[in-house]
C-alpha cells in the first residue's frame, strides 16, 4: 500500500500522523537514538506545516525561528509551505523552512 503525501492528507489525518510521529519521536529520545529523534522532528514540522495557511506568511516580514528563537528570518518569498529567505544575522546565506518553524515577530 502507498503511502498519501501529507499534502494530500485531510486535517484529521495530518493530525493523526503528528500523534504517531510525536510518540515515536518520544521513544527514539529516550532510547537516545538522536538521528531518529531529529528524522522524526522534522516529519512533525513537514505535517505541522500543512496545517497551516500559507498566505499568513508574507515576504519582507521577519519572523522568529521555533528551534532557534535567538535568531530571527526575513522572508523573500514563498513556495508552498516554504518560506524561503535568510536569517537576519547571515543575509547572505538563503535557507527554505517549513512554515510551520516560523512565528510571527511581536
Known sequence: MQEKRY???KEYE???????LTEKARKAE???IVNEFAVLER???????????PTTFHPG????????????FKIDYMNGIFAWGSRVDSPDHEE??????????S
Open 7 to 9: 499534502s494530500q492528507m
Open 14 to 20: 495530518l493530525k493523526q500522523e503528528i500523534a504517531v
Open 30 to 32: 529516550q532510547l537516545g
Open 43 to 53: 516529519k512533525i514540522a513537514m505535517a505541522k506545516a500543512y496545517l497551516l495557511d
Open 61 to 72: 516580514e521577519v519572523y522568529e525561528i521555533v528551534e532557534d528563537p535567538e535568531s530571527l
Open 96 to 105: 527554505a523552512l517549513p512554515i510551520s518553524l516560523l512565528i510571527k515577530k
